[in-house]
């Protein structure tokens, strides 16, 4: 029996597993890896062990389970890097999201800046949607390997990098009283942007819903 478990993921996501395969591909360093086991309904089970000098073995055991709906991994050793389950994971995004807010951003200011969009909201929010249109299909094939589209969008926005000028901007709207002086501040946050993206969103799931029936 193992001694200890980890859940990487609350979803038995394919993307989960084969990046939690990954990193233990990675970090099992001397384990040998068996062929993964496939079951009828779906389950995977890779197996990982090692033989130790006593002639026993010890084993790390990555499942994604159907039936309970998870990404799992249950070791006789513990794996301090899997102490906060599959958060660990996310590190990865840390460069690319930096990378893509800065071409979001750099892209979007000197839109406002260096045009008259700033007094042309539909023109701006036009600006936004081509901008972020074309970050999302630059990044699909670079970021989607072992990652659901939903968490591509949220890299190719900048997410927590993005959410730093937000705060900062949407904290300085008090400090105006002119409703101009409080719309040019505004369109220095990412609330166009996210507007347009909602619109996006809720025009894809119309047509996919459509096309559904």
């Known amino acids: 029996m193992p001694l200890y478990g980890y859940k990487i993921s609350g979803l038995a996501r394919s993307e989960k597993y084969f990046?939690?395969?990954?990193?233990?591909?990675?970090?099992?360093?001397?384990?040998?890896k068996d062929n993964a086991v496939f079951a009828e309904d779906g389950s995977i089970t890779?197996?990982?062990?090692?033989?130790?000098?006593?002639?026993?073995?010890?084993?790390?055991?990555l499942v994604k389970n159907i039936t309970e709906t998870a990404?799992?991994?249950?070791?006789?050793?513990?794996?301090?890097?899997?102490?906060?389950?599959g958060k660990l994971l996310y590190l990865r995004d840390i460069i690319p999201t930096f990378i893509m807010a800065g071409?979001?951003?750099?892209s979007y200011r000197y839109a406002l800046t260096k045009t008259s969009l700033g007094a042309k909201p539909v023109m701006?929010?036009?600006?936004?949607?081509?901008?972020?249109?074309?970050?999302?299909?630059?990044?699909?094939k670079p970021l989607s390997k072992n990652r659901s589209p939903l968490r591509v969008r949220f890299i190719a926005l900048g997410?927590?990098?993005?959410?730093?000028?937000?705060?900062?901007y949407t904290s300085k709207l008090m400090d105006y009283q002119t409703?101009?002086?409080?719309?040019?501040?505004?369109?220095?946050?990412?609330?166009?942007?996210l507007i347009v993206v909602l619109i996006i969103m809720l025009?894809?799931?119309?047509?996919s819903k459509r096309r559904s029936k």
């Open 19 to 32: 990046e939690a395969e990954k990193l233990l591909d990675r970090k099992l360093k001397g384990f040998s």
């Open 46 to 61: 890779q197996r990982y062990f090692r033989e130790n000098e006593d002639g026993t073995l010890t084993e790390v055991t």
């Open 71 to 85: 990404v799992l991994v249950f070791s006789d050793i513990p794996l301090k890097y899997l102490k906060f389950g």
């Open 103 to 106: 071409i979001y951003w750099g």
């Open 124 to 140: 701006l929010m036009a600006v936004c949607a081509i901008i972020y249109a074309f970050i999302c299909f630059a990044s699909i």
């Open 159 to 168: 997410s927590v990098f993005t959410l730093f000028p937000f705060l900062y």
């Open 179 to 193: 409703l101009s002086q409080v719309w040019a501040n505004l369109l220095k946050t990412p609330v166009p942007s």
């Open 203 to 207: 025009i894809r799931f119309r047509i």
